[in-house]
């Protein structure tokens, strides 16, 4: 399929999610129903997963792209500041403009690789009957990469940095939410790496390919569990 634009998906958006969501084993019994009926699911791709109760998504075949948002952690630029016990890697630095630029070019191209796979669905750029709308961000961007390696001894990282992923999907034309996705990672190599821009990146990419492959693989997982129960 041939995607012309993606906005990151909703950077996107969203969900293995859910897989139907719907044995009773899968819905968190302690949870609560949310203000716009969803409830939360266990034994997804994502930390955070709620959606609505019986959601048919296999009436869907196509997705358009909400919009995405990128939210940067207030550090101020030329320092650092240390990180909070929540952290385990050194200090928070201001990303500059360029690394801003790349981040964000680099999610929006990584999910528009793997929806490309998609058994299901195909992005288009109207609303629809048969479409949902699928929106989000990023939040909380962190770095823990110096601006400016020049000069410096090597440097060894256990992270490069974190952010939360926010995803949400509705019905394009009456706005209803199917779904919605909380989700905080780091991008980390399996071991402390010396960091340079080959290698931040590379984890980079790595973070928005598996944020990504768990959105196309949970959404055509839905639609197939959705039309099997239908």
Known sequence: M????????????????????????????????????????????????????DADISVYSKIIPGGAQFHY?????????????RSRSGDEFFIQDNSRESLEGIMSEIFREE???????????????????IWGGLHDIVSYVPPDLVGRNRIYLSQVGQAT??????????REV???IIDRRAAEPAFAQESNRVTNTAEVRR????WARILTNGLDKWHESSAEEN
Do not use: H
Request: include cysteine; glycine fraction near 4%; charged fraction near 25%.
């Open 2 to 53: 041939k995607i012309r634009r993606y906005a990151l998906v909703a950077v996107a958006l969203v969900l293995p999610l859910v897989c139907g969501a719907q044995s009773d084993e899968d819905v968190d019994a302690d949870t609560t129903m949310t203000y716009d009926g969803l409830v939360q699911v266990k034994r997804t791709g994502y930390r955070n997963v709620w959606v609505k109760p």
């Open 207 to 210: 973070l928005a390919r598996t």
């Open 178 to 180: 199917l779904a919605r």
């Open 165 to 174: 992923l926010v995803l949400q999907i509705e019905d394009s034309m009456s």
């Open 115 to 133: 929806i490309s796979d998609s058994e299901y669905f195909t992005l288009v750029d109207e609303p629809g009957r048969d479409t949902v709308l």
């Open 73 to 85: 952690r207030d550090v101020p630029e030329g320092s650092s500041t240390r990180m909070s016990s």
